[in-house]
């Protein structure tokens, strides 16, 4: 890439930042893995080989403690009012699950450590497709899509959520004896819910006392509203019970009047012990770490060629944690040893998350409206030091740890079209007034993925009934085709036997726009959105940065430009990388789909899914509708040429790194399966009355 003076700037930051975190460091502790307790071991799949032979499933539990006044503990928030055991240190145990070839022999050196998403993976449908797929009690009988199996990668998950229960695959962390404020939210009369009252839903943090008179209950009518404070003695701390009888309750709220609309609510109370949360990521930390070294063996690290390299994995919560995680300096293990030589950082977008403070959630995320305000999309967004907007601060960088650490993995960070209509994820790679692109730093790539959603509908028809949403789900499956080939390319980096592909992503001036310049085609009847959802400043008070401790509610600062893809005459995004789906169009696939105007106050677009818009499938057709995008029978000549097309954009796919040529029939079947979906579309869409 051509050096320029900013990028000059953001080098000559990053060294002055790295040189001021490594006068800091103390030295390490010793490996915090005390004890692997291996429950079952046992073939995968009973007499299932693939191309590195049978694998093998072994689960079971990891106990952990650590340092409290170690080095390695200083970045967990209140460690050092966590309980102590007799030898000083802070105690915390979850599950594991590891799939590997039975014979190391077979192995290719490389452990996949996918960061799992609240107790789930992410891995089944994008990495591998099998028929069922589970951290506890994995009882998978057939995988279709093996490619990664035959490759002889194995793949490693552990718990870390510790709000989640051991058994929900979390993470069984100890608690701070404080009290403090908390902010709860709940949404009243979106849906069909309740005007008067709401919970704060299962395992949420709530009120210590029920009588709390300083607890105070806000009213919002959009996301900059301040709110309208009810008085205390107008709503109480309870629940409306099946039999219409009220009980006090310290999870829940009552008002005595109704709201006259759909309203956001947030209570801010006195909580009490908060969860040492941060514990999450010095489990993931430690876990890598033991796969790799044999600081204190067990069978997970008897053999080595299972984890010559060590790739984290994670999809959106997942990713967002592992961003998360480099912030904060935990790729150095308790040794200072490199954690994980790769990190594939899938579906993040510009933010990072509630994983590490007093108080934490980390199941929120920044694109929902129960999490607004939360300590979820946090500057610094790019890998590279780059002013707050308005200057605010010193400089910072995503990566300005594990650059100081001497501990910077190779990276490659994957966008949807959702990340930037819903995560910030213009941001990554923007200065934070957006006039600027952010230079790359070395050892990163982004890819961007066209037309994509968040959560994609795959293998439907998209949409079963009309009042989920205006328009059919978007089904783009183009990521999970190439996922397979991105994770082979960074392994080929990291191992230095090849250069990945080089970054495609929206570029300023010319494919990154602001929504206003979006350039949307006129389709009838839809209504594209003003913009994404804001995203702020936020200053939660003085204690936060050093101690993790929230000043709820929080200060709204500036606000963020976001930017998006702009987009061509058929309303599909330009600049982003086009997989099969694009390349070869039967529609348009958009990141929004608005499902309830009420909600559009609150930014809150289509939750995940997006919206496809087939093309008309012939001229007669389009002219009736007055659609201005060319039929599909302008651009193909029936399925055989459309298949045609197809299979000149699987070659260029395979060519340009973005498709394993393993998966070749695969995407050919897909693509095949699709056409029949989208006609099947058109006749249950829209003309059928549900």
């Not at 007499?47 to 689960?59: H, I, N, Q, T």
């Not at 919970?199 to 009213?219: D, K, M, N, P, Q």
């Not at 629940?239 to 009047?257: M, P």
């Not at 702009?566 to 789906?581: Q, T």
Request: proline share 8%.
């Amino acid at each position: 890439m051509a050096r320029c003076p900013l990028r000059e700037v953001y080098l000559m930051l990053g060294r002055l930042a790295a040189a001021c975190i490594v006068a800091c460091i103390a030295a390490p502790a010793s490996a915090e893995v005390v004890a692997v307790e291996v429950a079952e071991q046992r073939p995968w799949i009973q007499g299932r080989a693939f191309g590195a032979g049978e694998y093998e499933l072994l689960s079971g539990t990891v106990r952990y403690e650590v340092d409290p006044t170690a080095a390695s503990s200083r970045d967990i928030a209140d460690i050092r009012l966590a309980p102590l055991n007799s030898r000083g240190k802070v105690e915390f145990q979850g599950p594991f699950l590891l799939l590997r070839p039975r014979d190391a022999a077979r192995a290719n050196g490389t452990t996949i450590l996918e960061v799992a998403n609240r107790g789930r993976d992410q891995s089944n449908g994008l990495l591998f497709q099998a028929d069922a797929f589970a951290l506890r009690k994995n009882e998978t009988r057939e995988v279709s899509r093996s490619t990664l199996f035959d490759l002889g990668y194995t793949f490693a998950w552990a718990g870390w959520q510790g709000d989640l229960k051991t058994e929900e695959f979390g993470l069984d962390v100890p608690s701070a004896p404080v009290t403090g404020p908390f902010r709860a939210t709940a949404l009243l009369g979106f849906g069909g819910a309740s005007l008067d009252s709401g919970a704060f839903g299962e395992g949420a943090i709530c009120a210590l006392e029920t009588g709390e008179a300083a607890a105070v209950l806000r009213i919002h009518r959009s996301l900059e509203d301040p709110g309208q404070v009810v008085p205390r003695e107008a709503w109480r701390f309870a629940r409306r019970q099946a039999d219409g009888r009220v009980a006090e309750d310290r999870c829940a709220f009552l008002l005595s009047t109704p709201v006259d609309g759909p309203s956001l609510v947030t209570i801010v109370f006195t909580a009490g012990p908060s969860k040492v949360m941060g514990l999450g990521e010095a489990a993931v930390r430690d876990f890598a770490s033991h796969l790799k070294h044999n600081d204190t063996a067990s069978s997970l690290n008897s053999r080595p060629a299972y984890a010559r390299r060590l790739i984290g994995y994670g999809y959106s919560q997942g990713a967002r944690f592992l961003r998360d995680f480099l912030y904060r300096g935990f790729n150095a293990d308790v040794r200072g040893r490199r954690v994980f030589d790769g990190v594939l950082d899938t579906a993040s977008g510009g933010g990072r998350g509630s994983f590490n403070h007093r108080y934490a959630l980390p199941s929120e995320a920044g694109n929902s409206v129960r999490s607004h305000l939360r300590a979820v999309d946090l500057y610094p967004f790019a890998d590279m030091p780059t002013p707050d907007i308005g200057d605010r601060g010193p400089p910072q960088g995503l990566l300005d740890r594990a650059l100081g650490d001497g501990v910077q993995p190779r990276i490659f960070h994957v966008l949807n079209s959702t990340e930037y209509w819903a995560r910030a994820g213009s941001l990554l790679h923007t200065t934070t007034d957006g006039t600027q692109e952010v230079p790359e730093a070395d050892g990163t790539r982004t890819y961007a993925f066209a037309g994509t959603a968040h959560s994609p509908q795959p293998s439907t028809l998209f949409l079963e009934r009309r009042d989920r949403a205006p328009l059919p789900y978007n089904d783009n499956d183009d990521l999970a085709l190439a996922l397979p080939a991105l994770l082979v390319g960074l392994d080929k980096w990291v191992a230095g036997r090849a250069e990945p592909p080089p970054s495609y992503r929206p570029r300023l001036g010319s494919t990154l726009v602001s929504p206003d310049k979006l350039n949307f085609p006129a389709i009838p009847s839809v209504v594209v959105p003003a913009g994404p959802p804001p995203r702020y400043q936020l200053d939660f008070g003085r204690e936060y940065r050093s101690h993790g401790i929230i000043t709820e509610p929080p200060q709204l600062g500036l606000r963020y430009p976001l930017l998006v893809p702009r987009v061509d005459r058929d309303g599909n995004e330009l600049g982003s990388w086009r997989g099969l789906a694009q390349s070869v169009p039967l529609g348009t696939y958009t990141a929004w789909n608005p499902q309830d105007p009420a909600l559009l106050t609150f930014g809150f677009l289509s939750g995940l899914r997006g919206a496809f818009i087939p093309f008309p499938a012939t001229p007669a057709s389009g002219r009736r509708s007055k659609d201005p995008r060319l039929s599909v029978a302008e651009r193909y000549v029936g399925l055989e040429g459309y298949m045609a097309a197809v299979g000149r954009a699987i070659e260029d796919q395979v060519a340009a790194g973005f498709l394993l040529p393993q998966d070749r029939e695969w995407a050919r079947d897909s693509m095949r399966t699709y056409w029949d979906r989208v006609a099947g579309l058109r006749v249950h869409w829209p003309s059928r009355s549900d």
